[in-house]
Each structure stands twice: as C-alpha cells, then as structure tokens.
C-alpha cells in the first residue's frame, strides 16, 4: 500500500502577505469597531461629566485639555467615522451593489478619501 503523505500547513507570515484594498479596509473596520467598544465606558465618562455639575465639566475641560488625550480622542474619532463610512460600503454589497472587483476597490478608496479628510476637518475645528 502507497503511503500518502499529509499535507502540513503552509507557514503565513503575515507581514509578508500583501492585501488588497478592500482586505485592509475591512481589517480596519474590524479593529475600529473594537476598539470604539472597548472603549465605549471610558467615553460614556466623559459624556457623564460633560452633563454634570460645573465642576464636574471643569474636570472634563482639563481631561480633554490635555494633548494625549486629545490625540486618543482624534484616533477614536477617526474611527468612529471609518467604522460608519466602512458600515455603509458594507450595507451597499450587501444590497449587491460594489460587489464586483473594481467597484469594490473603489468604493474602498472612497471610504479612506471619505473618512481621513472629514476626520482633519473635525480634527481642525474641535482642536
């Protein structure tokens, strides 16, 4: 009787391995998503002292004064809006709409062209 032999599984090294658009795009909203909900206590804080007494809303001016704040709330605001403009793409294939190869691509780069600019916007205006 002839021996088969097993297939092992290939290594991936997912550094090397080079994705597509949509791929990084739908990574991205994977780990945005995440991250806002990991998150969501923390900002549901900061809701609460904006909301609250003076002094409590003076503890959220000197929260949100500081810059590292600042640029983890631009991070997560970005986010945010890549998770909905994602979201959106996202409910278009789903209606099959963008579901071929070059629509996909392109509905991608119009997410990152949609969600980077509006977030410099908000970033510019709220800094």
């Known amino acids: 009787m002839p021996e088969t032999v097993k297939q092992r599984p290939k290594y991936l090294?997912?550094?090397?391995?080079?994705?597509?658009?949509?791929?990084?795009?739908?990574?991205m909203h994977r780990i945005?998503?995440?991250?806002?909900?990991?998150?969501?206590?923390?900002?549901v804080y900061l809701f609460q002292l904006s909301?609250?007494?003076?002094?409590e809303f003076e503890t959220l001016k000197a929260i949100v004064?500081?810059?590292i704040a600042k640029l983890i709330l631009l991070a997560l605001m970005w986010g945010f809006i890549h998770h909905f403009c994602m979201g959106i793409r996202i409910l278009l294939?789903?209606?099959?709409?963008?579901?071929?190869?070059?629509?996909?691509?392109?509905?991608?780069?119009v997410v990152l062209c949609v969600s980077?600019?509006?977030t410099l916007i908000l970033a510019v205006k709220l800094w």
């Open 13 to 27: 090294n997912l550094v090397e391995i080079r994705l597509p658009l949509p791929g990084v795009t739908s990574i």
């Open 32 to 43: 945005s998503g995440g991250v806002l909900f990991l998150t969501l206590p923390i900002l």
């Open 51 to 55: 909301l609250g007494t003076p002094q």
């Open 65 to 67: 004064g500081n810059p």
């Open 93 to 109: 294939i789903d209606v099959h709409h963008c579901v071929e190869l070059q629509a996909a691509r392109q509905s991608a780069m």
């Open 116 to 118: 980077i600019p509006v």
